[in-house]
């Protein structure tokens, strides 16, 4: 009850933006947890209905090019549009984050190296990066993921050095210094903390991009590969429904636009909250 009440608190204290973007991030996690579950159809149902064919009581979000179920194939889709976006984010945010407290901690040279391998990385426009990674190396699954994460993890550390190059002058830090604490104490025990909340920020923008960036490989035809496929081959592969207005390439792009849209609006009201969690925290 307690954990509850403490979620209760937390949404209610963000703003009506911030509440239907949590509940429509929520909402796509589930989906993409119990898809298999819920798909009316397999996903796979070559002929099932009409090629391309509209929204009906039988097909709710139409048919595809094979007369497969789009409602049936978003939900599939769903496990690899979030699913890569979301470990992609994960690991960028956590890589990032430890090495710019290790660059922290130790100053000198290792702050150096690192500092100046992480701007050349920046230098590099992430997309083009991206598709030259994925056109050597393959477009696998395992891939797709240090792909984004390579190409991501420079943002993270970029924003989390920010962060602890300020806090490591704090006098409690200092103090903890004087006392003979260890370096890596001092970044996990002291400085981490206080990192949190901001970094969680810069998570969630992160795992928009990360969505956008996978979303467009696969749109190119370098992303997820058949029989497998996210968001983003949903669309190429309905291409042609395009000129008849069939909603199965309209469907899947609007599930790209209502998870980053809906991501956005609660990180938006995270930010709104920051005061608070400072005030908080300084208590």
Do not use: C
Request: net charge neutral; proline share 5%.
């Amino acid at each position: 009850m307690r954990y509850l009440s403490a979620a209760w608190h937390f949404f209610v204290a963000l703003t009506p933006a911030g509440r239907l973007g949590l509940l429509v991030s929520l909402f796509w996690v589930v989906i993409a947890i119990a898809g298999q579950a819920l798909a009316p159809y397999p996903v796979n149902d070559i002929g099932a209905g009409p090629l391309f064919g509209g929204m009906s009581a039988h097909y709710w979000l139409g048919t595809d090019y094979l007369g497969r179920d789009i409602l049936s194939r978003i939900i599939a889709g769903s496990r690899y549009s979030i699913g890569l976006a979301l470990t992609s984010a994960i690991l960028a945010s956590v890589i990032g984050t430890l090495l710019a407290l290790l660059a922290a901690v130790s100053g000198s040279w290792l702050e150096e190296i690192l500092g100046r391998i992480n701007d050349a990385l920046l230098v590099l426009p992430g997309k083009v990066m991206s598709l030259m990674i994925v056109a050597v190396f393959g477009s696998s699954l395992p891939m797709l993921i240090i792909t984004a994460v390579f190409t991501y993890w420079p943002g993270a550390y970029r924003i989390a050095f920010a962060l602890a190059s300020q806090l490591r002058n704090m006098d409690y830090v200092r103090a903890s210094a004087l006392r003979g604490e260890s370096r890596w104490y001092l970044a996990i025990h002291e400085i981490l903390p206080n990192m949190i909340h901001p970094m969680l920020t810069d998570f969630g923008l992160r795992f928009v991009y990360i969505v956008l960036l996978l979303s467009g490989l696969s749109f190119l035809g370098l992303g997820v590969q058949p029989p497998q496929a996210d968001w983003g081959s949903l669309v190429r592969e309905n291409l042609q429904g395009l000129f008849d207005g069939s909603p199965a390439i309209l469907m899947p792009a609007l599930a790209i636009a209502s998870l980053t849209i809906g991501v956005n609006l609660f990180i938006d009201s995270l930010q709104n909250m920051r005061p608070l969690v400072r005030v908080q925290e300084g208590v």
